[in-house]
């Protein structure tokens, strides 16, 4: 006998056979349950960590690089996706040709200083 809201699938094949139930409405409704309440909480966790994220910054490490071209006119590479843009004669800019060739950290955080 099958439980209160299960109704099994029939099929009548040629031979006279009698084919075991489905219960395929309940099982895709469970299944469609599990994945929507697995999903809300990976989204629950993703924006606890993006929110931890936020708040202690962001960091990388690479070699710093240039042509001798760029570097004259404030253009730097940190790694294969980061350029780093400085005003020609700069402090900083003295600075990043300095180091040209060595692995660098670049962090990029918020203030926590309030003004």
Same mark, same amino acid.
């Given at each position: 006998?099958?439980?209160?809201?299960?109704?099994?699938?029939?099929?009548?094949? #040629?031979?006279?056979?009698?084919?075991?139930?489905?219960?395929?409405?309940?099982?895709?409704?469970?299944?469609?349950?599990?994945?929507?309440?697995?999903?809300?909480?990976?989204?629950?966790?993703?924006?606890?960590?993006?929110?931890?994220?936020?708040?202690?910054?962001?960091?990388?490490?690479?070699?710093?690089?240039?042509?001798?071209?760029?570097? #004259?006119?404030?253009?730097?590479?940190?790694? $294969?996706?980061?350029? =780093? =843009?400085?005003?020609?004669?700069?402090?900083? $800019? =003295?600075?990043?040709?300095?180091?040209?060739?060595?692995?660098?950290?670049?962090?990029?955080?918020? #203030?926590?200083?309030? $003004?």
């Amino acid at each position: 006998m099958c439980g209160e809201g299960v109704y099994p699938v029939h099929t009548a094949p #040629d031979d006279n056979t009698k084919p075991a139930p489905s219960y395929g409405t309940d099982v895709a409704l469970y299944g469609t349950v599990m994945r929507r309440l697995i999903t809300g909480v990976l989204l629950i966790l993703l924006g606890f960590s993006l929110g931890a994220f936020a708040d202690a910054g962001w960091s990388m490490t690479a070699p710093l690089g240039a042509t001798e071209q760029e570097a #004259d006119e404030g253009y730097f590479a940190l790694g $294969h996706d980061t350029m =780093v =843009v400085v005003k020609q004669g700069s402090q900083l $800019h =003295v600075w990043l040709r300095g180091h040209l060739g060595q692995r660098l950290k670049l962090t990029l955080a918020p #203030d926590t200083e309030s $003004h």
